[in-house]
């Protein structure tokens, strides 16, 4: 059967639709990475990474009951909530990659005088002390203090920032297109026939 038929475009669906439910899972997996180390709460784009990744796993879902069914609504309903997700991941994803070092550092800087406990929270679990310059007259959560050989905790985040923007926005842009292939798939599936399955005459 030519790749153009009916259960062609059906299973291809279905494969792109789990394919976005792997992508989704590991775009929450990697965003939740980051804010298990502090950056999530002091660098919001990583924060929309995970709503988009959410919501990414919801539409997959939809879509592939669409596919597996060929409802007619859902379809229409699925190629168009995804067409919209392609342009919010797309716009993410471009953050992440054309954010720039002094970009980050305000961002960042922003974040960790948004919160005291979570200043706390980065100090503890990176070892670090201070944003930009280590205060042996003031309290710290490190144990890097008691030495008084600590890093300031700015150069820190910035290596799990960078290492973290760039994996986050490089996969979500390679995958934001197959999200195009899935608008036209649909597009295309919901106007193709199920073909007719002959019984026999002891059938």
């Known amino acids: ?22 992508v989704s899972l590991l ?21 929309a990474v995970i709503g988009v990744g959410f ?28 067409f919209m997700v392609f342009i919010v991941q797309f716009s993410v994803s471009c ?13 960042l800087e922003l974040g960790w005088n948004r919160s005291e406990s979570m200043q706390k929270d980065i100090e503890r679990s990176l070892n670090c002390c201070d944003f930009y310059q280590v205060n042996y007259n003031e309290t710290c959560e490190a144990d890097c203090f008691r030495n008084q050989q600590c890093s300031a905790c700015a150069v820190i985040i910035q290596r799990y ?4 923007l760039h994996f986050v926005g490089g996969m979500s842009l390679f995958f934001s297109f ?9 597009y295309r599936y919901r106007n193709q026939k199920a073909p007719r ?6 059938n």
């Open 161 to 164: 920032a960078d290492d973290a």
């Open 27 to 47: 775009m929450i997996a990697v965003a939740a990475w980051g804010k298990w180390l502090g950056l999530v709460s002091s660098f919001q784009v990583l924060g």
């Open 178 to 186: 197959t999200e195009i292939l899935g608008v036209w798939l649909t």
């Open 1 to 22: 059967m030519a790749c153009g038929g009916f259960f062609c475009s059906k299973n291809a669906l279905c494969a792109l639709n789990i394919l976005y439910m792997l």
């Open 197 to 202: 399955i002959h019984s026999g005459p002891y």
């Open 95 to 107: 953050a992440c990659l054309a954010i720039n070092k002094e970009q980050q550092n305000q961002l």
């Open 55 to 82: 919501f990414l796993f919801i539409v997959a879902v939809v879509g592939l009951c669409g596919a597996l069914k060929q409802h007619q609504v859902l379809l229409f309903f699925y190629m168009l909530i995804l």
